[in-house]
C-alpha cells in the first residue's frame, strides 16, 4: 500500500535546462495536486489536476510550467528553461475524492545552478 | 496575498506540557481546516481536520479549535512529548476552489524533555 510516491527526490538543473518532476498518486486517488515550497515559506499551490484533466491552475506561473497527469502513467510537472529562482521543494498530493484530505509525497527538491 | 496566517514561527514547550498552535485566516468562502505535520526532508502528513460546520474536533491527544467569527483557529496538544517536534502547518480550502489547500507559513515546535 505505497504511498505518493515522487522522483527524483533531488535533481539538479543549470539555468535554461529542463527539469521534469514525476508523481505517481496513491492507488485509487484520482486527484493530483502541486504545491511549491520556498526556503522559510509555507506550501503554494501550484495546479490540481484530475485524470487528464486539469482542474485548476491559478497558482502555477504563465510561462515555462505545464503539468499533466494522463491516462496512464504518472504526473508530471514541467518546468523549462530553469532560472534560479525555481529552485525550491516541489511535493505532490494526492486524494480519492475531491474533498478529501490531501495525502503528500516526500517532494523533489530542485536546485538550479 | 497570504489567506492564512501563523504569525508564530516557533515555539519552545516543555514535555507534558499543553503546545498551543494558532493560524488565523482572511477568506471567509473557507469552510474545510486542517492541520498537517511535517519532519525536515519529508512531506507534511495529516494531523486532523475540522469542518466549518463545527467549533471542535478531538483526535487523541490532538484538538483543534475553530473560531468563525475571529476567522481563528488552534491546534492544542496535550500532554507534548518530544516526537511531536516539527513544523505544523495549518491549511483551510474551499469548494470553490476545489478544495486546493492554501497553506500557512508554519510553526516549528520543539519539545524539550
Known amino acids: 500500500n505505497a504511498g505518493v510516491m515522487q522522483n527524483p527526490r533531488h535533481l539538479v538543473r543549470r539555468r535554461g535546462q529542463e527539469a521534469r518532476l514525476r508523481c505517481s498518486p496513491m492507488?485509487?486517488?484520482?486527484?493530483v495536486y502541486w504545491y511549491r515550497q520556498l526556503p522559510e515559506e509555507g506550501l503554494k499551490f501550484m495546479v490540481y489536476?484530475?485524470?487528464?484533466?486539469?482542474?485548476?491552475e491559478s497558482g502555477m506561473p504563465k510561462e515555462r510550467f505545464s503539468a499533466e497527469f494522463p491516462k496512464e502513467g504518472p504526473s508530471i510537472l514541467r518546468i523549462q528553461q530553469v532560472v534560479r529562482g525555481d529552485s525550491a521543494a516541489y511535493f505532490c498530493?494526492?486524494?480519492?475524492?475531491?474533498?478529501?484530505?490531501?495525502?503528500f509525497g516526500s517532494g523533489t527538491q530542485l536546485s538550479v545552478l | 496575498d497570504q489567506q492564512v496566517k501563523q504569525n508564530s514561527p516557533s515555539l519552545s514547550v516543555q514535555e507534558g506540557r499543553i503546545s498551543i498552535l494558532n493560524c488565523d485566516y482572511t477568506?471567509?468562502?473557507?469552510?474545510?481546516f486542517l492541520w498537517y505535520k511535517k519532519y525536515p526532508a519529508e512531506g507534511p502528513t495529516f494531523l486532523i481536520s475540522i469542518s466549518s460546520i463545527k467549533d471542535k474536533n478531538e483526535d487523541g491527544r490532538f484538538t483543534v479549535f475553530l473560531n468563525k467569527s475571529a476567522k481563528h483557529l488552534s491546534l492544542h496538544i496535550v500532554p507534548s512529548q518530544p516526537g511531536d517536534s516539527a513544523v505544523y502547518f495549518c491549511?483551510?480550502?474551499?469548494?470553490?476552489?476545489?478544495?486546493?489547500?492554501?497553506f500557512g507559513k508554519g510553526t516549528s515546535l520543539l519539545v524539550t524533555p
Open positions: 492507488k485509487g486517488h484520482s486527484h
Open positions: 491549511a483551510a480550502s474551499a469548494i470553490y476552489s476545489g478544495y486546493a489547500l492554501n
Open positions: 489536476l484530475q485524470k487528464e484533466n486539469i482542474i485548476d
Open positions: 477568506n471567509s468562502m473557507f469552510d474545510y
Open positions: 498530493a494526492s486524494s480519492p475524492r475531491r474533498g478529501e484530505k490531501l495525502f
